[in-house]
């Protein structure tokens, strides 16, 4: 089971792009994939004030978009990196994927910001997902909509 596993992970191909080099199809693919979790993003485009700065990473499973997240870079609002945006598609979720795609965003997070501490933000449901992948719950959030959230940090 877990040589499959490392097997069907290894098979993945990951893909940084900026967001001004993201095409059609790509933007066209992140939006619905995001559509299929978050509700908030049921309306079009899919974009947000963050795109343009960030780091944007496609997982790839025989060139179908299985995983999507961005590193936001520390600015004016954010004095640190800030992952965002995480998903797995349906059909790939608790089977390491997940552990894949943040493990990518933290290793370019620490890479390209290394005197930072990297943070994500978390809903109830995927708290124990972040602490697992050593992720320290930093303060609790509720949002305009009234939404609790969980802001973590990572320092590794």
Same mark, same amino acid.
Do not use: C
């Given at each position: 089971?877990?040589?499959?596993?490392? $097997?069907? !992970?290894? #098979? /993945?191909?990951?893909?940084?792009?900026? *967001?001004?080099?993201?095409?059609?199809?790509?933007?066209?693919? @992140?939006?619905?994939?995001?559509?299929?979790?978050?509700?908030?993003?049921?309306?079009?485009?899919?974009?947000?004030?963050?795109?343009?700065?960030?780091? $944007?990473? !496609?997982? #790839? /499973?025989?060139?179908?978009?299985?995983? *999507?997240?961005?590193?936001?870079?520390?600015?004016?609002?954010? @004095?640190?990196?800030?992952?965002?945006?995480?998903?797995?598609?349906?059909?790939?979720?608790?089977?390491?994927?997940?552990?894949?795609?943040?493990?990518?965003?933290?290793?370019?997070?620490?890479?390209?910001?290394?005197?930072?501490?990297?943070?994500?933000?978390?809903?109830?449901?995927?708290?124990?997902?972040?602490?697992?992948?050593?992720?320290?719950?930093?303060?609790?959030?509720?949002?305009?909509?009234?939404?609790?959230?969980?802001?973590?940090?990572?320092?590794?």
């Amino acid at each position: 089971m877990l040589h499959a596993l490392i $097997h069907v !992970l290894n #098979l /993945m191909k990951w893909i940084w792009l900026k *967001y001004d080099d993201l095409d059609d199809s790509q933007l066209r693919d @992140i939006s619905e994939l995001r559509k299929s979790f978050f509700e908030a993003d049921q309306q079009d485009p899919v974009k947000d004030e963050y795109d343009v700065m960030s780091f $944007h990473l !496609l997982g #790839l /499973m025989n060139s179908d978009l299985v995983a *999507y997240g961005r590193v936001i870079p520390p600015h004016g609002e954010f @004095i640190n990196p800030y992952l965002s945006r995480i998903i797995v598609a349906e059909k790939f979720r608790k089977k390491g994927f997940g552990k894949a795609l943040v493990n990518e965003l933290s290793k370019k997070s620490k890479a390209l910001f290394s005197n930072k501490i990297t943070k994500v933000s978390s809903l109830a449901s995927t708290l124990s997902f972040y602490k697992k992948h050593n992720f320290i719950e930093d303060k609790k959030v509720i949002d305009e909509a009234g939404v609790e959230h969980f802001i973590l940090l990572k320092n590794d």
